[in-house]
């Protein structure tokens, strides 16, 4: 359960809905343009996204290149790259899609600000969460954080120089990665904790998902390829 303010809405889409459109492998509520799916159908389930959850306007949707750029997404007038969004404006929708990599939701307790950012290891451990969280200009223990939906360690292998980036970057990501059978695994919910612990955060929910195994609930990219849809994670204040 995450513990934001009642004026604090969250949301994280399934792969299936009832009036989805998208057919095939990205049946049936796939949110992305990018990948192989109908144009037709994808504005179709954005068209199903807004009215069925109640959206006050449409998502603010974000070029994802899995980089560290943070922006506000009430100054957007037209697709640009990011991975991460933040508003102190009612009614602005911060959005990121994705199909493994990690949903980072963030708000302050007072409910005046919300972002989102798109996590994968490379976004992470490029200063992606940190610059979300630094976009807010408060105290750590003034902010909450819930994780949504992303692969989960023990079926995210990754190579030695991704381990190697990331203790680089900081040792205390060690208790981030698993080893079994000469591979390393990496516990991306955990990694975000390391970052967010480094900012006097506590109040973190969620991380307790698994998008590659929970196919009947999410796409995933390492379990489906090229032919994965993408969920949506928004965030909202009414």
């Known amino acids: 359960m995450n513990h934001f303010p009642n004026n604090v809405k969250i949301l994280s889409s399934k792969r299936y809905i009832h009036g989805g459109k998208s057919s095939g492998n990205f049946d049936n509520f796939n949110l992305a343009l990018h990948v ?83 996590a994968g ?24 954080v819930h994780l949504g939906p992303a692969i989960s360690k023990k079926c995210f292998e990754v190579g030695d120089e991704v381990k190697s980036l990331y203790l680089s970057k900081n040792i205390n990501f060690e208790r981030s990665f698993t080893r079994n059978k000469n591979k390393n695994y990496l516990d991306l919910y955990d990694a975000a904790r390391v970052i967010l612990e480094g900012f006097q955060i506590n109040s973190i929910s969620g991380g307790d998902r698994c998008t590659f195994q929970e196919s009947n609930n999410f796409y995933s990219y390492r379990r489906d390829g090229i032919n994965s849809g993408r969920m949506a994670h928004l965030i909202w204040m009414t």
Not at 51 to 72: A, G, K, R
Not at 123 to 137: A, D, Q
């Open 36 to 118: 192989n799916d109908s144009r037709v159908n994808v504005i179709e389930n954005r068209k199903t996204l807004k009215v069925q959850f109640d959206l006050p306007s449409d998502p603010v949707w974000i070029n994802q290149t899995h980089s560290s750029t943070c922006i506000d997404a009430a100054l957007i007038k037209k697709l640009v790259d990011a991975d991460a969004s933040y508003t102190s404006k009612v009614g602005i929708v911060c959005a990121v899609l994705t199909a493994d990599c990690l949903p980072i939701f963030v708000s302050n307790k007072d409910g005046t600000m919300v972002g989102i950012a798109h």
């Open 121 to 144: 290891w490379r976004g992470l451990v490029s200063g992606i969460i940190e610059n979300l969280i630094k976009s807010f200009s408060s105290d750590g223990d003034n902010l909450v």
